[in-house]
């Protein structure tokens, strides 16, 4: 079962790396959702620590290609190029995580960043899982746009097949192959990945139609973003699944992946787990910390000190 390879890996690559795994992230800029990775290995850069000390969760994209510096304060409508009930909404957890800091002048609110946003990250790695190379689906199209695009670094299918010539001769010759056994946690480099163009303009295909495909050019400082905001959400996310079954035969592996003693396998809770299953039993969820778990297998922080001079956002209401 393919959730429970991906799973699998990425408990293998947290636990083989010293940098911050995720899963199911866009991966499209030219048209938002037209590409999904399935993992993502963001690798830390020289002010990683910094980015820790910030928030556990996502800091929200506008709010760091927002007008807000860390010098002085500006009136929050002003800092955004969005419409202002986005605006405002993004000010609101900016300062609940404390990347902002609010102060009132006139009856106004401005805010100011509490911290310079780090240079985090150095490399990303896009995986695509594809446990039954029998059935490729479309893996030659996903793989392609992917190179197409440069995006990520390096980019890396994984499989638990076998590996033929022929399989290889299919798929671009930048895209590197693992072969991976989820049971025993071992993985094969059958190919090394080429390093991609990320800092040039990139080919995303939009539509494919017969004898065309429509296709967009996206720019150096568009994909940097894009990687940017694919390193936020990676770092707020992570892998595990938000919650594990409420069911009595359900439990957490060492690394957090949700198992079902009756079938004696781990199980994606979304779409196998419930009433509809002969083996629920109705019970409370086991009680596990997945963020603990994560705190303790990957660099991310669960709880950090924060950054802000003082608590954000108390002094709006003064």
Same mark, same amino acid.
């Given at each position: 079962m393919e959730f429970a390879f991906e799973l699998a890996l990425?408990?293998?690559? @947290?636990?083989?790396?010293?940098?911050?795994?995720?899963?199911?992230?866009?991966?499209?800029?030219?048209? =938002?959702?037209?590409?999904i990775v399935d993992v993502c290995l963001v690798e830390p850069g020289p002010e990683f620590d910094e980015r820790t000390a910030i928030a556990a969760e996502t800091i929200p994209p506008l709010a760091v290609e927002s007008d807000v510096g860390v010098g002085s304060a500006v009136y929050w409508k002003d800092a955004f190029d969005c419409h202002p009930d986005t605006a405002r909404r993004v000010t609101d957890r900016a300062l609940e995580l404390g990347f902002f800091e609010a102060e009132r002048r006139s009856g106004r609110e401005y805010v100011r960043r509490a911290v310079r946003y780090p240079d985090w990250f150095s490399r990303l790695v896009g995986i695509e899982n594809k446990p039954d190379l029998g059935s490729p689906g479309d893996l030659e199209r996903q793989l392609r746009t992917d190179v197409s695009l440069a995006l990520f670094d390096e980019?890396?299918?994984?499989?638990?097949?076998?590996?033929?010539?022929?399989?290889?001769?299919?798929? $671009? @010759?930048?895209?590197?192959?693992?072969?991976?056994? =989820?049971?025993?946690?071992?993985?094969?480099? &059958?190919?090394?990945?080429?390093?991609? $163009?990320?800092? @040039?303009?990139? &080919?995303? $295909? &939009? !539509?494919?139609? $017969?004898? !065309?495909?429509?296709i967009a050019a996206v720019s150096a400082g568009e994909k940097a973003r894009k990687r940017r905001r694919i390193a936020e959400r990676a770092y707020g996310k992570g892998w595990r699944t938000d919650e594990l079954p409420a069911c009595a035969r359900a439990r957490a592996t060492a690394d957090g992946r949700p198992r079902c003693d009756h079938f004696g396998r781990v199980v994606d809770p979304g779409t196998e787990c419930g009433p509809s299953c002969p083996a629920f039993e109705p019970a409370d969820p086991p009680d596990v910390d997945l963020d603990a778990i994560r705190e303790e297998r990957s660099p991310w922080v669960a709880d950090p000190a924060g950054v802000a001079r003082r608590q954000a956002g108390l002094d709006r209401f003064t």
């Open positions: 990425c408990a293998h690559l @947290e636990e083989a790396t010293d940098g911050v795994v995720a899963r199911q992230l866009g991966a499209a800029v030219a048209a =938002p959702g037209g590409r980019v890396y299918l994984a499989t638990e097949s076998y590996v033929t010539r022929a399989h290889l001769n299919r798929l $671009p @010759e930048e895209v590197g192959v693992w072969r991976f056994d =989820p049971a025993s946690g071992e993985r094969e480099v &059958i190919r090394e990945a080429t390093a991609l $163009p990320v800092g @040039e303009t990139g &080919i995303e $295909p &939009i !539509e494919a139609r $017969p004898l !065309e495909t429509e």
